[in-house]
């Protein structure tokens, strides 16, 4: 039969629980099979003007190598086409006389207007469209429908409505072969112009360097995501799964402390039903500890930001967010930029921003750390802005659950304790007393005493040219006065929350958070 099936590849970049793709497998009646032809869309207006650093191009491409790769044993590929989804699908659904079209349902607001548009093309080419919620355990529609049509402000209420909502699904078993009929011609399978493109040429229309790409420490795709869940959440490691607890985990270990698996959940490389599933079995082993701290915790988390942010207008800003605080942040581009480049004078800081750039990749309490320091801690600095340099860095980054936690961290949603402030010199040491880490990041640094290793400005002259590393020559000077800067913070922390110059922010009865178990100083 002519015409195809397509797969619109967006997120979801794997092949187990993928319901979409075994939708595009099935036939269109009882015995009629057509081919199936998988698409990914790389727009080339997103890839010149994205916020996407070049680790994170990197992963993307080696993902979808990696995708294109396991396509191929069941005798179809990806096919890599360029082009704005709304240019490309009125040509590509007349051409290939597509039947059936499907794809992950994606909540950002973006995607939803642009899938909103796809639906009506695909209409009047009189092709079927089928969506499939699969990159959160639950679809945020059921949970605000569980909560009368109210979206849920606190953890704990997120947490009392998915109990009642019981269990996420069980995960789908990935396709092991196909309909011959869905597989393509040899012809198919060999035209280059559908290949995965070249990270060098990517990265070369991005206006990107690949000399500023850092380690391949965390290489994409689904395979390594499910080798790395098998690593991690395994009955050999059992004693980590149940004792795990975010809070207690090391921000500023020489290696990741944590499973380091956000980068594939961020892109779908690995399901979060199949994420949930494995550690329940693992749970079963013996007592264990409960959210938020818990791994199991860590997934609630993330169904709680893409709950509430795929239900506020404008969660990605503070003006017109209904559950945001409006502060009148200052507006700095020289200490935004001193910040983002690892040049404010705080080792622990620069060390953590260093890592961020060259690795993509940074602990959640180092994240705390960096996010307090740049908003209501020490510069006062917008989250959005802050916001910008993680979307553009991170490996992970990810439209809900970035913005939450900027807002969180600044204090303008969820969290609202402002007068508790990360040390830039005290928390490191609780882990690092030594400064490890700060000598990997920062070399120059590295033969300082422990003593002062977090604080190299007080070191006397003769220790800083001992260590070849002169502060205010070789290194900076701190950009501002921790101890007078966060008095001054939060006095207008504590103006601009006086001034109520929102609409109420979220409910302020005492919640369960992370930050319930950290001691600052």
Known sequence: MPGCNVHWFRKGLRLHDNPGLLEACKPLTSDQHVRLKPVFLLDPWFVKNGRVGPNRWR????????????????????????????????????????????????????????????????????????????????????????NKGEVPLTYQKLQGLVSKLGPPEKPLDPPESINKDCKLSQADLEKTKYNVPDLHDVLKDARRKASDLGPNKFPGGETVALERLVQHICEKNKAYVLKFEKPKTSPNSLEPSTTVLSPYLKFGCLSARTMYWQLISVLKCGKHTEPPVSLIGQLLWREFFYCVGANTRNFDKMAGNPICKQIDWDSDDAKLKAWSEARTGFPYIDAIMTQLREEGWIHHLARHSVACFLTRGDLYQSWERGKEVFEEYLLDADWSLNAANWMWLSASAFFHQYFRVYSPIAFGKKTDPSGEYIRKYLPQLKKYPDKYIYSPWEAPMATQKAAGCVIGEDYPRPIVDHSVASKANMARMKKAYEAGRVESGPPKKKQKTMDSFIKRD
């Not at 009125?90 to 079209?101: D, H, I, M």
């Not at 207007?113 to 080419?125: F, G, M, S, T």
């Open 59 to 146: 992963f993307l491409i080696q993902t979808l190598e990696d995708l294109d790769k396991s396509l191929r044993k069941l005798g179809t590929r990806l096919f890599v086409i360029k082009g704005s989804p709304e240019e490309i699908f009125p040509k590509l659904l007349k051409k290939w006389e597509v039947k059936k079209l499907t794809w992950e349902e994606d909540t950002e607001p973006y995607a939803v207007e642009r899938d909103n548009k796809i639906k009506k093309i695909a209409k009047e080419l009189n092709v079927e469209v089928l969506t499939f919620h699969g990159h959160t355990l639950y679809n945020p529609e059921s949970i605000v429908s569980a």
